[in-house]
Each structure stands twice: as C-alpha cells, then as structure tokens.
C-alpha cells in the first residue's frame, strides 16, 4: 500500500476511533442518566444506535489495521479491549496512531 493510501487509513481510523469514543461517553453520560433519572428513554435508543454502528465501523478498522499497518496481535488486543472502555479509543489514537502517523511522515519525505 502507498504511503499515501496508508495515511488515508490512519486519518480514517482515527476519526472512526474518536467519533467511537465520543458516541460511548454520550452514551454512558448523557442518554443512559437521561433514561434512568429523567425517564427519557428516547436518547438511549438514537444514540446506542449510532454508537453500535460506529463500534462495528471502529472493530473493522482495527482488522483492517492488522494488514495495513502491519500491527501485531497485541496491539489488535489492545484496540479491541479498548473499545469497550470508557477513553479507550482515544488512547489507541495516542499510544498506536499518532506514531503509525509519525512513521508514514518520515516515509513521505
């Protein structure tokens, strides 16, 4: 893959990755307290959707990342894991894609 191509990928996966990230804590701190305290069940259902579509969207990027960006079992561990942890994904972004990024930079020059 180009290193063009590749950098396309690591942009994607990061928005898909904090896009992911933000719908959970919407999720978990603003539609669930809004069901249980408020009675207004509506959020949960419109947000929870989105959310399960960005979840499956962010678990395929992290497949994709597998190939693409040659990551090891272990990182694919810990981006899985971290999809079902409140900040997860925007730690993978910190610890795994600001570096991949960095790394295609260098190529690049």
């Known amino acids: 893959m180009s290193t063009k191509s590749t950098a396309g990928f690591i942009k994607r ?6 896009l992911e990230g ?3 804590l ?6 669930m307290p809004l069901k249980y305290m408020a009675g207004i069940p509506e959020m949960v259902k419109y947000v929870g959707w989105a959310h399960g579509l960005l979840f499956v969207l962010y678990l395929l990027v992290v497949a994709q990342a597998k190939f693409i960006l040659n990551w090891s079992l272990k990182q694919v561990f810990f981006a899985v894991v971290a999809s079902v942890i409140p ?3 925007f730690i993978i ?14 190529k690049a020059r």
């Open 13 to 18: 996966f990061r928005l898909i990755g904090t």
């Open 22 to 24: 933000a719908s959970f």
């Open 26 to 31: 919407i999720l978990l701190l603003i539609a």
């Open 87 to 89: 900040f997860g994904p």
């Open 93 to 106: 972004d910190r610890r795994f894609l600001k570096e991949a990024e960095a790394a295609q930079a260098l």
